[in-house]
């Protein structure tokens, strides 16, 4: 009952030329939240989680992050604490692990601890993989192993809400399953929600605790 | 020979219009390959004549002139000028693209060309428009062109390397740590042409400047000096130009809340 307000959204609206996607979107999302967007292809649930990334303007009403507005935080500080992770992962040329820490160079990033090797690997083995997935090459990885190497980026922040967009569309069964397991355990270490999208409905019951339908 | 007053051969009217057969080779190719330039080429070439003839005429008055603010004001129409035209080269544009190539192009040459006449060469008086208008003229040529390269290239990149420059900002990278190297890539290539010309110069590329002097009778000597201080005036004003107009377009398809800014691209 004393779950932490993490993110809360009031009001929000996006339209595409004089196509209204939502409007009047209300979200509230304490700690250990799991919400899943549902909505069809073209709905705006990729645009709704780039607008609580703040990484579009926003087109009308407020958000927060723990009662304080995003100009409060400083935008990369905003984006570093509600993580937005692409469709379509992208990663820079060398090696995985070099795409995992490069991202700590960022002015906003970079006194907040660093690289930990133990803390990765660990997440591997969680995920099926073995240390050695660190020294591949980025640039060759499937789109299974680019969403992996993704996530790992974003989770070594310790984001308080992941945004996932699609994040286990191009894995394995079994990887899924080790990802959601994974997911739910590194929610409960912290103060931490997820908002996330899938086209695997089974996935969104399984791993939801709540959905939020997107509606004009 | 001819008179010794003009210091050349004269180019007769027939002779003329006989080196404009040279640019048939470019429609020639142009046709063949399908690269859509005819038109462009065709009408590049006219414009070239007819300017060119005019500015002869226009060159004759002014520089019988001897009127600060009026050399000035046509200084500055130059600079207008080629401000425009180094947008029109470019693929896309976003509202102020103009005002952001004008200012880029104005502050960059006034600034190098002005530093030349009052320091380096120092005609008497400094407005002197035999000098100032030729010198103006040079480096804005070549400004222009650094200009539309660094413009183009800066939007394209904007463009194709749109996830790469989002992914860096979801993660928490200011607007300036996950576009500076789109800025580099277009400031490097738009200093291409400005390295590169100065690389062979000489070796393989007499300059306009030079040849001209040369023809007209100047010793090599002191035509290779002022070709000297020319393109040093030429690298210096490119690169502020390059820099500014780059600069404003980052401030302007970025937003101080650190957002990539696409939508304002038109085209």
Same mark, same amino acid.
Not at chain 2, 47 to 72: K, N, S, T
Not at chain 2, 192 to 221: C, E, F, H, R, Y
């Given at each position: 009952?004393?779950?932490?307000?993490?993110?809360?959204?009031?009001?929000?609206?996006?339209?595409?030329?004089?196509?209204?996607?939502?409007?009047?979107?209300?979200?509230?999302?304490?700690?250990?939240?799991?919400?899943?967007?549902?909505?069809?292809?073209?709905?705006?649930?990729?645009?709704?989680?780039?607008?609580?990334?703040?990484?579009?303007?926003?087109?009308? %009403? =407020?958000?927060?992050?723990?009662? $304080?507005? &995003?100009?409060?935080?400083?935008?990369? /500080?905003? !984006?570093?604490?509600?993580? *937005?992770l692409?469709?379509?992962?992208?990663?820079?040329? %060398? =090696?995985?692990?070099?795409?995992? $820490?490069? &991202?700590?160079?960022?002015?906003?990033? /970079?006194? !907040?601890?660093?690289?930990? *090797?133990?803390?990765?690997?660990?997440w591997?083995?969680?995920?099926?993989?073995?240390?050695?997935?660190?020294?591949?090459?980025?640039?060759?990885?499937?789109?299974?192993?680019?969403q992996l190497l993704a996530l790992l980026r974003a989770l070594?922040?310790?984001?308080?809400?992941?945004?996932l967009?699609?994040p286990?569309?191009?894995?394995?069964?079994?990887?899924?399953?080790?990802l959601?397991?994974?997911?739910?355990?590194?929610?409960?270490?912290?103060?931490?929600?997820?908002?996330?999208?899938?086209?695997?409905?089974?996935?969104?019951?399984?791993?939801?605790?709540?959905?939020?339908?997107?509606?004009? | 020979?001819?008179?010794?007053?003009?210091?050349?051969?004269?180019?007769?009217?027939?002779?003329?219009?006989?080196?404009?057969?040279?640019?048939?080779?470019?429609?020639?190719?142009?046709?063949?390959?399908?690269?859509?330039?005819?038109?462009?080429?065709?009408?590049?070439?006219?414009?070239?004549?007819?300017?060119?003839?005019?500015?002869?005429?226009?060159?004759?008055?002014?520089?019988?002139?001897?009127?600060?603010?009026?050399?000035?004001?046509?200084?500055?129409?130059?600079?207008?000028?080629?401000?425009?035209?180094?947008?029109?080269?470019?693929?896309?544009?976003?509202?102020?693209?103009?005002?952001?190539?004008?200012?880029?192009?104005?502050?960059?040459?006034?600034?190098?060309?002005?530093?030349?006449?009052?320091?380096?060469?120092?005609?008497?008086?400094?407005?002197?428009?035999?000098?100032?208008?030729?010198?103006?003229?040079?480096?804005?040529?070549?400004?222009?062109?650094?200009?539309?390269?660094?413009?183009?290239?800066?939007?394209?990149?904007?463009?194709?390397?749109?996830?790469?420059?989002?992914?860096?900002?979801?993660?928490?990278?200011?607007?300036?740590?996950?576009?500076?190297?789109?800025?580099?890539?277009?400031?490097?290539?738009?200093?291409?042409?400005?390295?590169?010309?100065?690389?062979?110069?000489?070796?393989?590329?007499?300059?306009?400047?030079?040849?001209?002097?040369?023809?007209?009778?100047?010793?090599?000597?002191?035509?290779?000096?002022?070709?000297?201080?020319?393109?040093?005036?030429?690298?210096?004003?490119?690169?502020?130009?390059?820099?500014?107009?780059?600069?404003?377009?980052?401030?302007?398809?970025?937003?101080?809340?650190?957002?990539?800014?696409?939508?304002?691209?038109?085209?």
């Amino acid at each position: 009952m004393d779950r932490l307000l993490l993110l809360r959204a009031e009001g929000l609206k996006r339209q595409l030329g004089d196509r209204l996607l939502w409007s009047q979107l209300n979200l509230v999302l304490a700690a250990g939240d799991r919400i899943g967007l549902v909505a069809p292809s073209g709905a705006g649930k990729t645009l709704l989680m780039r607008a609580l990334a703040l990484l579009d303007p926003l087109q009308a %009403g =407020t958000i927060s992050l723990q009662g $304080r507005p &995003p100009a409060s935080w400083g935008l990369p /500080r905003w !984006r570093s604490m509600v993580l *937005y992770l692409a469709q379509r992962p992208i990663a820079h040329g %060398g =090696t995985v692990e070099a795409n995992l $820490r490069s &991202p700590w160079e960022f002015q906003e990033l /970079r006194g !907040r601890g660093g690289w930990r *090797y133990e803390r990765i690997t660990g997440w591997l083995q969680a995920l099926g993989r073995d240390p050695s997935f660190l020294a591949y090459d980025a640039e060759r990885l499937s789109g299974g192993e680019l969403q992996l190497l993704a996530l790992l980026r974003a989770l070594q922040f310790d984001p308080s809400v992941l945004l996932l967009d699609e994040p286990t569309a191009s894995l394995d069964g079994a990887t899924t399953a080790a990802l959601e397991a994974l997911l739910i355990e590194w929610l409960a270490a912290g103060q931490r929600a997820c908002v996330f999208t899938s086209h695997d409905s089974e996935q969104i019951q399984r791993f939801a605790t709540r959905t939020l339908e997107l509606r004009p | 020979m001819t008179p010794v007053t003009s210091g050349a051969l004269t180019i007769s009217d027939g002779r003329l219009a006989l080196s404009a057969l040279l640019i048939l080779v470019n429609v020639g190719l142009s046709a063949a390959l399908r690269l859509g330039l005819t038109r462009s080429l065709l009408v590049a070439s006219v414009r070239m004549v007819v300017q060119l003839l005019l500015v002869g005429f226009v060159l004759e008055w002014l520089f019988r002139q001897d009127h600060a603010p009026l050399i000035v004001l046509v200084g500055a129409a130059m600079a207008m000028i080629a401000g425009v035209s180094a947008v029109q080269r470019t693929r896309r544009r976003f509202a102020g693209i103009y005002l952001n190539s004008l200012l880029s192009v104005m502050a960059s040459s006034a600034l190098v060309t002005g530093l030349a006449v009052t320091g380096l060469i120092q005609p008497q008086p400094w407005y002197d428009p035999q000098y100032l208008i030729p010198l103006l003229g040079m480096v804005l040529g070549n400004t222009l062109n650094g200009i539309s390269l660094g413009l183009d290239r800066f939007m394209e990149g904007l463009r194709s390397w749109r996830d790469r420059v989002e992914t860096a900002l979801a993660l928490g990278a200011t607007r300036w740590e996950a576009c500076q190297e789109v800025v580099r890539d277009a400031i490097r290539v738009a200093m291409i042409p400005t390295i590169n010309s100065m690389m062979v110069m000489g070796l393989v590329s007499l300059p306009g400047m030079m040849t001209g002097q040369i023809l007209q009778g100047a010793a090599p000597d002191a035509a290779v000096r002022y070709q000297i201080v020319i393109l040093f005036m030429i690298a210096s004003a490119t690169a502020l130009g390059v820099f500014g107009v780059v600069g404003l377009a980052y401030r302007r398809l970025t937003s101080a809340d650190h957002q990539l800014r696409l939508d304002r691209l038109i085209g």
